[in-house]
């Protein structure tokens, strides 16, 4: 049995970081094996149901009011035209279905425009997924009552970079939402974006919060920043390839049973890079054309890949 731990120290992280990469890969797709079968991945597709004009300052982001990026603000979705999405996600073969708005939180009455499609959704016979900003413990409620399977939430970097990337919330506000929704009994999706400026003892320190958190998220993202022009951080260091797949190797470790999700940035890496992840632990990634604002691979493309890798796409509900 493995055993789910939730007192990593800081300098344990630190030190499988340091591992020798082979050393690492070899010990975290050990764990992988013994948690889930090696040869499949989830997919979820993303739908931006309201996209531009979010009063945060999150540096990263295309869809702050605070950045010139060109980007047309649109107001909430209608529900029958999300719906079609949903189906057209579901016919190319996705099991989950993420809806996004660019909101700091929502308001109660925007809520209640959702709810329609995640009940929506969830009729089709797919996992449903919302990111919405932050949350009160009510309208956690709310979105269990209404069917919700999973809130995304991610915390993007590590506490101590934090205040380098949004200065409109603080990472405790982060954690506050993520604990309204455990306390939901909704499923967490929380993970980071590599790539706003941190080093690996930031990156250690981002893993160390989430496993560290009353119970592990049962999903995790980790996103290569997608550089967006108009931004603060639009011409910043990428991560090294090494340092990306490193990451999620810890992440793997360090939450065995949790899905890691090869998130954002997948349009920037090669075949291998993406084989070396799998390796390394990811298991679910984001399929379809568009991410929320920006592109993803096409399906044919992440088709052929599987193909190539003898990767099957994880059929609904059997994790
Ligand atoms: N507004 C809500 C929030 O921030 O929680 C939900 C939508 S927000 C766009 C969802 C997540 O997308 C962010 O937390 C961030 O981790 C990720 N993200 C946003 N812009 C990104 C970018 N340019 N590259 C990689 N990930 C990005
Ligand atoms: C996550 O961790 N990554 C997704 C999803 N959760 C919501 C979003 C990626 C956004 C990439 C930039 C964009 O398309 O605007
Ligand atoms: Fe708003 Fe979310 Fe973008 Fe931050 S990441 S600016 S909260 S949409």
Same mark, same amino acid.
């Given at each position: 049995?493995?055993?789910?731990?939730? +007192?990593?120290?800081?300098?344990?992280?630190?030190?499988?970081?340091?591992?020798?990469?082979?050393?690492? @890969?070899?010990?975290?797709?050990?764990?992988?094996?013994?948690?889930?079968?090696?040869?499949?991945?989830?997919?979820?597709?993303?739908?931006? /149901?309201?996209?531009?004009?979010?009063?945060?300052?999150?540096?990263?982001?295309?869809?702050?009011?605070?950045?010139?990026?060109?980007?047309?603000?649109?107001?909430?979705?209608?529900?029958?035209?999300? *719906?079609?999405?949903?189906?057209?996600?579901?016919?190319?073969?996705?099991?989950?279905?993420?809806?996004?708005?660019?909101?700091?939180?929502?308001? +109660?009455?925007?809520?209640?425009?959702?709810?329609?499609?995640?009940?929506?959704?969830?009729?089709?016979?797919?996992?449903?997924?919302?990111?919405?900003?932050?949350?009160?413990?009510?309208?956690?409620?709310?979105?269990?009552?209404?069917?919700?399977?999973?809130?995304?939430?991610? /915390?993007?970097?590590?506490?101590?970079?934090?205040?380098?990337?949004?200065?409109?919330?603080?990472?405790?506000?982060?954690?506050?939402?993520?604990?309204?929704?455990?306390?939901?009994?909704?499923?967490?999706?929380?993970? #980071?974006?590599?790539?706003?400026?941190?080093?690996?003892?930031?990156?250690?320190?981002?893993?160390?919060?989430?496993?560290? =958190?009353?119970?592990?998220?049962?999903?995790?993202?980790?996103?290569? @920043?997608?550089? /967006?022009? #108009?931004?603060?951080?639009?011409?910043?260091?990428?991560?090294?390839?090494?340092?990306?797949?490193?990451? /999620?190797?810890?992440?793997?470790?360090?939450?065995?049973?949790?899905?890691?999700?090869?998130?954002?940035?997948?349009?920037?890496?090669?075949?291998?890079?993406?084989?070396?992840?799998?390796?390394?632990?990811?298991?679910?990634?984001?399929? #379809?054309?568009?991410? =929320?604002?920006?592109?993803?691979?096409?399906?044919?493309? +992440?088709?052929? *890949?599987?193909?190539? @890798? #003898?990767?099957?796409?994880?059929?609904?509900?059997?994790?």
């Amino acid at each position: 049995m493995t055993q789910l731990r939730h +007192d990593w120290r800081l300098d344990e992280v630190e030190n499988l970081f340091s591992m020798p990469f082979n050393d690492l @890969l070899f010990k975290s797709h050990t764990i992988h094996r013994d948690n889930f079968d090696p040869n499949y991945v989830q997919v979820s597709s993303l739908l931006n /149901i309201k996209t531009g004009a979010c009063p945060e300052d999150c540096s990263y982001c295309s869809q702050s009011s605070k950045y010139d990026t060109g980007l047309e603000r649109e107001k909430l979705m209608e529900v029958d035209a999300v *719906l079609k999405q949903a189906q057209e996600a579901k016919d190319k073969g996705a099991t989950r279905f993420c809806m996004g708005a660019a909101w700091r939180n929502p308001t +109660d009455k925007s809520l209640d425009k959702v709810i329609p499609m995640i009940q929506g959704v969830k009729a089709m016979g797919m996992e449903t997924c919302v990111t919405l900003g932050m949350l009160s413990q009510q309208q956690a409620f709310a979105l269990k009552e209404a069917g919700l399977d999973y809130y995304n939430h991610n /915390i993007d970097t590590s506490e101590e970079n934090y205040s380098n990337v949004i200065t409109t919330r603080s990472f405790q506000d982060r954690l506050d939402t993520l604990e309204s929704v455990q306390n939901a009994d909704i499923h967490v999706c929380s993970g #980071g974006i590599l790539g706003l400026g941190e080093g690996q003892t930031d990156r250690a320190s981002m893993l160390r919060s989430l496993a560290n =958190l009353a119970q592990h998220p049962d999903s995790v993202p980790l996103n290569l @920043l997608v550089p /967006i022009p #108009g931004t603060p951080f639009e011409a910043i260091e990428p991560p090294t390839e090494s340092e990306f797949v490193r990451t /999620i190797a810890v992440a793997r470790i360090m939450m065995p049973k949790s899905v890691v999700r090869l998130s954002a940035g997948r349009t920037e890496m090669g075949e291998a890079m993406q084989a070396l992840c799998f390796f390394a632990g990811a298991n679910s990634i984001f399929y #379809g054309e568009q991410l =929320l604002t920006t592109d993803n691979p096409d399906t044919d493309t +992440d088709q052929m *890949l599987f193909e190539k @890798l #003898g990767i099957n796409r994880q059929p609904l509900n059997t994790h």
